[in-house]
């Protein structure tokens, strides 16, 4: 992001860029989260933490079996990832990053105006 608002003189390019990276980055943790609940479900049950959780949630706990239960926790996890961590942490780091490149570029711009 500061790269960008740098070149280009626009914070707004900043914010777009780190966004979008977010937004990669997110879809990357949701998609390997998918990929564990596809494959790897016998190993999240068969683990013993999640063995304890299950046995202390499972009378409140509105999902049929502990395979359901760790398969939507792991997909809320997942679009947290994708919505929160991703598209929204990456646009606020946007503004930062582009605020410090745009200050940069016109610092830039200001110390080397010919006299």
Known sequence: AVIIAFQTDSMIRGIEVAAWSGFVSGLLA?????????FAMPFITQDPLNAAEWAGRSAGSSAPTMAAYFAFETLAGAMLHLVV???????LLGVVGGAAGKTIHRTNRLIRRPS
């Open 30 to 38: 949701c998609t390997m989260a998918l990929s564990i609940i596809l």
């Open 85 to 91: 961590l991703g598209i929204m942490m990456g646009a």
